[in-house]
Structure formats: structure tokens, C-alpha cells
């Protein structure tokens, strides 16, 4: 098992510029796709982006340009490097781990984007 604790959400200005952690404790997350997901309400949680084990990165053509995921291993922590962000990046984004079928989901960061 591996348990998943977000941080680094809040308030950015449009343009602005934030960078999430995902800290994982139990399992080495090396073993793990890693991805970063959003919600809003009233709407489904969506994938922003993921990496593979060999750090394969995928990105939702959303964000594709603006967002760069990456993971450190030796730190058990991936990261999600948001430039340039818009208002309508605002939601709750959540930490992804996932191991053949099994996931594993954070609590969540609220990333609000306004002026």
C-alpha cells in the first residue's frame, strides 16, 4: 500500500505560476504510475497528467505546454509545475498512484486561479 499527501495548492493570480508535491509514504512509488487529476464540482475527475515508471510523461492536451510533471524517486514524491495557469485550471487536484489495477488517490489540494 502507499498513502499519498498533497500540498502546495492556493490562491494564484491568472499568469501565475504553482508547483504541487505529492508525498508518499509505505511503498516506493517507483513501482507506481503517478498521475495528477482534477475536479470541479458538478464535473468528473479528469487526468492533467501522468508518468510511467521509466517517467514516460502524458498530459491533457488542456495543460499540454503549460504543466510538467515529474517524480523523484529516492524522494518518494512526484511533482506537478504549473505555469502560465488560467482560471479555468481552478479545482481540487488530486495524487494519483496506480500499480496494475490498484490505485491509490491523496485528499486533495484546492488550486483556486483568480485575480
Known amino acids: 500500500q502507499v498513502q499519498l499527501v498533497e500540498s502546495g495548492g492556493g490562491l494564484v493570480q491568472p499568469g501565475g505560476s504553482s508547483r504541487l508535491s505529492c508525498a508518499a509514504s509505505?511503498?516506493?512509488?517507483?513501482?507506481?504510475?503517478m498521475g495528477w487529476y482534477r475536479q470541479t464540482p458538478g464535473k468528473q475527475r479528469e487526468l492533467v497528467a501522468s508518468?510511467?515508471?521509466?517517467?514516460?510523461?502524458n498530459y491533457a492536451a488542456s495543460v499540454k505546454g503549460r504543466f510538467t510533471i515529474s517524480r523523484d524517486n529516492a524522494k518518494n514524491t512526484v511533482y506537478l509545475q504549473m505555469n502560465s495557469l488560467k482560471p479555468e485550471d481552478t479545482a481540487i487536484y488530486y495524487c494519483?498512484?496506480?500499480?496494475?489495477?490498484?490505485?491509490?488517490w491523496g485528499q486533495g489540494t484546492q488550486v483556486t486561479v483568480s485575480s
Open positions: 494519483n498512484a496506480l500499480f496494475i489495477f490498484k490505485a491509490y
Open positions: 509505505g511503498n516506493s512509488i517507483s513501482i507506481y504510475i
Open positions: 508518468i510511467t515508471t521509466n517517467s514516460t510523461t
